[in-house]
């Protein structure tokens, strides 16, 4: 079965960058939709970026404008590119995979954004 490997969190000030990666065991990502979501301390998981296999992308409102979505076929790699943090931004972020039946997700980067 396919595993999904996060990397990339960790702590940082508010209005700093952040790249996250998600690596994929099989090379999937041009078949699949894949995306990022988010859960904080005491709140639900929610979603934070998509990109679908022919290459669409869309936000959340709270992250439009700062975060980027994006992928390396030939890596088999999904990237978040967060720019401009806030504190309200620190959450376990996680990589999903949706293709055909399956529905793959990492086991979470931890991001920490200090005010």
């Known amino acids: 079965q396919v595993q999904l490997v996060e990397s990339g969190g960790g702590l940082v000030q508010a209005g700093g960058s952040l790249r996250l990666s998600c690596v994929a065991s099989?090379?999937?990502?041009?078949?699949?939709?894949v995306g990022w979501f988010r859960q904080a301390p005491g709140k639900q998981r929610e979603f934070v970026a998509r990109?679908?296999?022919?290459?669409?992308?869309n936000y959340a409102d709270s992250v439009k404008g700062r975060f980027t979505i994006s992928r390396d076929n030939a890596k088999n790699t999904v990237y978040l590119q967060m720019n401009s943090l806030k504190p309200e931004d620190t959450a376990v972020y996680y990589c999903?995979?949706?293709?055909?039946?399956?529905?793959?997700w990492g086991q979470g980067t931890l991001v920490t954004v200090s005010s």
């Open positions: 999903n995979a949706h293709f055909g039946p399956a529905n793959l």
């Open positions: 099989g090379s999937i990502f041009s078949i699949a939709a």
């Open positions: 990109l679908t296999s022919g290459g669409s992308t």
